[in-house]
């Protein structure tokens, strides 16, 4: 697969950005228009039902869209495949953690997705991948940001949220100071001092 460079990825997506919030919104607004939601015991079957609305919602937004494919994965998940002129990107939808991670289970597959060198079976080889990432606010009742995030294993590489431009810094290059020279002559640095004699050192002299 092709490293996620963050300025490629991001002018490959921008064209579908507000679909992409869309969709979320979406889903998230039956999820908590659901008279069940706010009896759920755990956050995590709260987070599975928007998986599912949040993959019915990206059938009908870009099921038509000649410039996306949609892939189902095992009728456990759904990977998209964003064409552009800066290239392709494959991308799937995760609940974002607060490592800046998509939360996932540590299967082969889900490895091959985050591993940033692996090939994707049947996916296009220059393709990069990234994860569409949504948060929810504290109280849970709307959704706070989406973000496209690229990571290799565990550790992210970088991420923006929609609407925003990636800001991925380069440290500027310093060169480092050249050797001052001295305010004083180098015999005026060292000032010596005469040793008082003594029984220890009188066979120096």
Not at 101 to 111: C, M, P, R, S, V
């Amino acid at each position: 697969m092709s490293y996620p460079d963050a300025n490629d990825v991001y002018r490959v997506l921008k064209p579908f950005e507000q679909s992409i919030v869309a969709v979320h919104l979406r889903a998230w607004d039956r999820l908590f228009n659901n008279p069940e939601f706010a009896t759920m015991v755990y956050g995590q079957t709260g987070t599975g039902v928007m998986f599912d609305l949040l993959s019915q919602e990206v059938l009908v937004e870009f099921g038509e869209n000649k410039d996306v494919t949609l892939v189902p994965y095992q009728g456990r998940s759904l990977r998209m495949i964003f064409d552009g002129p800066d290239g392709r990107v494959i991308a799937r939808c995760k609940h974002g953690s607060n490592r800046g991670l998509g939360q996932n289970i540590d299967t082969k597959a889900n490895w091959k997705f985050i591993d940033v060198e692996a090939q994707l079976p049947g996916m296009p080889e220059d393709a990069m991948k990234v994860e569409i990432l949504w948060y929810e606010n504290l109280m849970r009742t709307k959704i706070d940001s989406v973000e496209i995030t690229a990571r290799d294993g565990k550790h992210k590489l970088w991420s923006y949220a929609i609407g925003k431009e990636p800001d991925v810094a380069t440290l500027p290059f310093i060169e480092p100071a050249g050797p001052t020279a001295p305010t004083k002559a180098a015999g005026e640095l060292v000032t010596l001092k005469p040793v008082k004699k003594t029984t220890e050192n009188e066979d120096d002299e």
